[in-house]
């Protein structure tokens, strides 16, 4: 048809006063789908790009996903598991050193004398520590040599074997401190015994002038104290593990390190209520613990001889 307008084009734009395009006109060039955005505007529902369902009913909340509540009872049982597994552990250790602490061979003042001729207290004193923080070095660099390649399931039983031979030889320090600051404990050797491991447990020496730290030592507490020590003494002991070798340097040095400043801490307080060798009363011989009985031989049976076998 010649000479008419399509009904698409717009040939004559209502402006208004400033020049700019009306709504109008704009939703017109931009097509059907700028209109209806113009309309949802207009009604004052939040669009598509403003998060809403264009319902006018507004933003739905997005609820976290909880987990479910059998897993959580199962990770919480785990733990519980886990944390009473390491309480019976404690417990089982403790007893441990509970039992090998009264049969640790002890040496008097008398033998100690006799083996290191022309000392004085603190030079035997000194004599002393430096052995035990040899041995317990040793032990450091062994358990560490064995760790060089770590196996999870055996860790706890390497810190357990460290502990146990670290109580034992410091437990053999602190009792030779007190002979030789001449602080022997009353009683016989279990009596004695626990003494030294309440030393041991607390860093400190006992004064046998004051019965009271004696009787604190062979109460309840002492468990509860010695479970504790040991918690400490493994968590101080773990770097010991790690692997390549570099745990036995750390495990020699840190063992040496801790057993000079317990046997320090306890010879500090020796030291203050020290009896001079001139002055100490004779006092009997330490009783050893007793070993157990060799078994005795079975002879064996004789097989009766036959005498009619060819010779």
Do not use: C
């Not at 417990?91 to 040496?107: N, T």
């Not at 479970?227 to 493994?234: A, G, L, P, S």
């Not at 570099?246 to 010879?267: C, F, I, P, W």
């Amino acid at each position: 048809m010649t000479g008419t307008t399509p009904p698409r084009k717009f040939p004559f734009l209502k402006r208004r006063g400033d020049g700019a395009p009306s709504p109008a006109e704009s939703d017109g060039e931009r097509g059907l789908g700028a209109s209806l955005e113009a309309e949802d505007t207009t009604d004052g529902a939040p669009g598509p790009r403003g998060g809403g369902t264009g319902t006018g009913e507004g933003p739905v909340a997005t609820e976290p996903a909880s987990p479910a509540p059998g897993r959580v009872a199962a990770v919480r049982d785990g733990l519980l598991r886990q944390g009473r597994n390491a309480k019976a552990g404690l417990g089982v250790l403790a007893d441990r050193v509970i039992e090998i602490a009264p049969r640790i061979p002890v040496r008097d003042l008398h033998t100690l004398r006799a083996q290191f001729p022309g000392l004085g207290p603190e030079q035997l004193a000194d004599r002393l520590i430096s052995g035990a923080a040899h041995g317990t070095s040793t032990v450091g660099a062994s358990v560490g040599a064995a760790a060089m390649l770590p196996v999870p399931p055996a860790m706890p039983a390497e810190l357990a074997a460290e502990i146990t031979a670290v109580a034992a030889i410091e437990l053999k320090l602190i009792a030779e401190l007190h002979e030789v600051y001449g602080q022997r404990p009353d009683g016989g050797a279990t009596r004695r015994a626990t003494a030294y491991l309440s030393s041991w447990t607390n860093e400190r020496g006992i004064d046998v002038i004051r019965p009271l730290t004696i009787t604190a030592a062979l109460s309840g507490p002492l468990k509860r104290d010695l479970r504790q020590q040991i918690t400490k003494r493994m968590i101080r002991n773990l770097p010991n593990l790690v692997p390549f070798l570099v745990g036995a340097a750390v495990g020699a040095v840190m063992n040496r390190r801790d057993t000079r400043k317990l046997a320090e801490r306890v010879r500090q307080d020796l030291r203050a209520a020290q009896v001079p060798w001139d002055q100490l009363t004779s006092l009997p011989p330490l009783d050893q613990p007793e070993l157990p009985p060799a078994p005795t031989p079975v002879p064996l049976p004789l097989t009766p001889r036959d005498d009619n076998r060819p010779t």
